[in-house]
């Protein structure tokens, strides 16, 4: 099956600097990699995501580059702000009808200092 | 997107006795829902796929006869932890597609005593 390793496991940024995580996966039939922030106690959010047949896709602060040659995909937060402090997870599927069935990255922990 | 909602979203319960977690589709049908685990500080794990109308498919090292899935209609699919352990305590999410995305519940934090 699927397996998703993430790195780093925490992350500490301050305020208004950039922040990266990064993961790897090892099914090569995985074509969605969404990215989730999950804030203690509450559902996923999913705050990017991207298919295989994209290299890049970027929404205004956020970012997410992957190489599938490489099987592995990172998630690029710019500028961050104090409520960008959360565990993130990055996560792999197969896509249609099944984009929901997610092997979950180990999460980071970010946390963004004033 | 999807709304999902699930209910209840925290219980407490005694050793030994059952749980039932509800998730419900209430703008479409889902003919497919998917039950998370989530201990603390930890990631969240697939523990099975729940099926419209057909027995759910469960991950490697779930344990059929202890998670009870039901998905007997197109909107509600049902988990229940039966004969509760300490063990268990743990955050239970569903999960359904929309348009290739995936749409979470709200949780269930569950607590056994």
């Known amino acids: 099956g699927e397996n998703v390793e993430q790195h780093p496991s925490t992350l500490s940024v301050q305020e208004g600097d950039s922040a990266v995580i990064k993961c790897t996966y090892s099914d090569s039939a995985s074509n969605y990699f969404p990215w989730y922030k999950q804030e203690l106690g509450k559902r996923p959010q999913l705050i990017i995501d991207i298919r295989s047949n994209v290299g890049e896709k970027k929404d205004q602060r956020i970012a997410v580059t992957l190489n599938k040659t490489a099987k592995h995909f990172s998630l690029h937060i710019t500028e961050t702000q104090p409520e960008d402090s959360a565990v993130y997870f990055c996560a792999a599927s197969k896509g249609a009808g099944t984009a929901s069935k997610l092997t979950f990255g180990t999460g980071t922990r970010l946390q963004v200092t004033l | ?113």
């Open chain 2, 1 to 113: 997107g999807a709304v999902v909602s699930q209910h209840p979203s925290w219980v407490i319960c005694k050793s030994g006795t059952s749980v039932k977690i509800e998730c419900r589709s209430l703008d479409f049908q889902a003919t497919t829902m998917f039950w998370y685990r989530q201990f603390p500080k930890q990631s969240l794990m697939l523990m099975a796929t729940s099926n419209e109308g057909s027995k759910a498919t469960y991950e490697q090292g779930v344990e059929k006869d202890k998670f009870l899935i039901n998905h007997a209609s197109l909107t509600l699919s049902t988990l229940t932890v039966t004969s509760a352990h300490p063990e268990d305590s743990s955050f239970y999410i569903c999960s359904l597609d929309l348009n290739t995305e995936a749409f979470f519940g709200q949780g269930t934090r569950l607590t056994v005593v």
